[in-house]
C-alpha cells in the first residue's frame, strides 16, 4: 500500500531549524551531498522504530511549506491515476541514483509528491 514516506522541510535558518528539531524530537541529520546546504534526517516512533525520513534545506521561495512524499511502485502510473481521480501531477522526472519524483496536487488544491525507489534512475 502507498503510504508516506519522506517530508521535505524548508527553512530560512538551517542551523536553527535543525537544533530545533534535533532538541524536541532527538531527529538525526547527515548531509549526503558535499558542498550543500541540504540534510536529510531520520525520526522514530513512540516505541523507537524507524519512522518516515526527510530533508532540510533552504526555502525556495516565499511561502513555500512542509512537502510530504508518498513511496508508490511506478510514478508514471499513479500520474495517470491521480489525473483520473481529478487531481494533477507534473510530469515524471529522474533523480539520478535514487529514484523518480512527480510533484502533485489533488482536488482540494493540495500539494504533495510522489516517489518512486529506483537506484538506475538517470
Known amino acids: ?7 521535505d522541510i524548508p527553512t530560512d535558518d538551517l542551523d536553527r531549524s535543525k537544533k530545533f528539531y534535533s532538541e524536541l524530537f532527538g531527529w538525526t541529520f547527515k548531509n549526503p551531498i558535499p558542498d550543500t546546504e541540504f540534510y536529510l534526517f531520520a525520526t522514530k516512533d ?17 511561502g513555500q511549506s512542509v512537502t510530504n512524499y508518498i513511496g508508490v511502485p511506478s510514478v508514471n502510473e499513479y500520474v495517470k ?13 529522474p533523480v539520478p541514483g535514487w529514484g523518480y519524483l512527480a510533484m ?3 482536488t482540494e488544491g493540495n500539494a504533495f509528491g510522489i516517489w ?3 537506484p538506475d534512475a538517470a
Open 104 to 106: 502533485c496536487e489533488d
Open 46 to 62: 513512540l516505541q523507537g522504530n524507524e519512522g518516515i525520513r526527510g530533508g532540510m534545506g533552504a526555502r525556495g521561495e516565499p
Open 1 to 7: 500500500m502507498a503510504t508516506f514516506i519522506h517530508i
Open 81 to 93: 491515476k491521480i489525473e483520473q481521480a481529478g487531481g494533477k501531477a507534473s510530469t515524471p522526472m
Open 116 to 118: 518512486e525507489d529506483n
